[in-house]
């Protein structure tokens, strides 16, 4: 393609500024859920509050989001932290679900052996639960990865350069090569994304993988 040719090191630059824009947010969002997932399992009248009022966010609009971040942030309507911060709130309102449904995924008899060897809470739930949760958080972690490509691609309609003004562009041109490119290029990157995060979860959860008798 003569487009491809001619603007590889903007594809380029589009992609890497598009993948901080949706990976960023996926390491936030998985740090603020992960506390609060946990508030929710450990606290089961906490647990309904706490899934709804998150999953409420992500039914926000995303072009309205991003307009009200500088209102709320006090930066300017250009300035790239706007996306992730909301993002990351999209990132937060998928995984929280997730966090506590995980650490529920957890057999009773594991935690109460982990109570009986003398493990407090916070080590049980940093040592036993939590990696234990790991296949349950990681799916939903992809949904989230995913997610998030899709929504940041929003961004070029406020003037926040990623991947997204490849779409805008293309269209408002009618160049047709532009356009196939940039869908091209966020669909390779989610898959990217989800190929990583799947590979994490799988060496952070070997026992998930072992044959049956293996460990015997």
């Given at each position: 393609?003569t ?8 594809l ?7 993948l901080?824009l ?18 929710a399992h450990?606290?089961?009248r906490?647990?309904?509050p ?11 609009p995303s ?10 942030l006090?930066t ?14 999209y990132?937060v309102?998928?995984?929280v ?12 008899d ?9 493990l407090g809470?916070l080590?049980?739930f ?9 296949p ?39 160049i047709?090569?532009e356009l ?7 669909i ?9 995060i ?6 952070l959860?070997p ?7 293996a460990a015997?």
């Amino acid at each position: 393609m003569t487009w491809l040719s001619e603007n590889l090191a903007t594809l380029g630059d589009l992609t890497a500024r598009h993948l901080i824009l949706a990976g960023v947010p996926l390491l936030l969002g998985l740090l603020l859920a992960i506390p609060l997932g946990y508030a929710a399992h450990r606290w089961p009248r906490a647990y309904t509050p706490l899934v709804t009022t998150s999953g409420l966010l992500y039914t926000i609009p995303s072009l309205a989001l991003f307009i009200l971040m500088p209102l709320l942030l006090g930066t300017r309507i250009l300035d790239p932290v706007n996306v992730v911060v909301a993002m990351t709130v999209y990132t937060v309102a998928l995984l929280v679900r997730t966090v506590a449904d995980g650490l529920r995924s957890v057999p009773a008899d594991v935690e109460r052996a982990a109570a009986a060897m003398g493990l407090g809470a916070l080590r049980r739930f940093a040592t036993v639960e939590l990696p234990l949760a790991v296949p349950v958080i990681g799916a939903g972690l992809r949904v989230a990865a995913v997610s998030n490509v899709s929504i940041v691609s929003v961004a070029s309609l406020i003037g926040v350069p990623q991947l997204g003004d490849l779409l805008t562009d293309g269209y408002n041109r009618v160049i047709v090569d532009e356009l196939l490119i940039g869908m091209l290029a966020c669909i390779l990157l989610a898959l990217a994304l989800d190929t990583l995060i799947r590979l994490l979860t799988r060496t952070l959860s070997p026992w998930q993988h072992l044959a049956p008798g293996a460990a015997t």
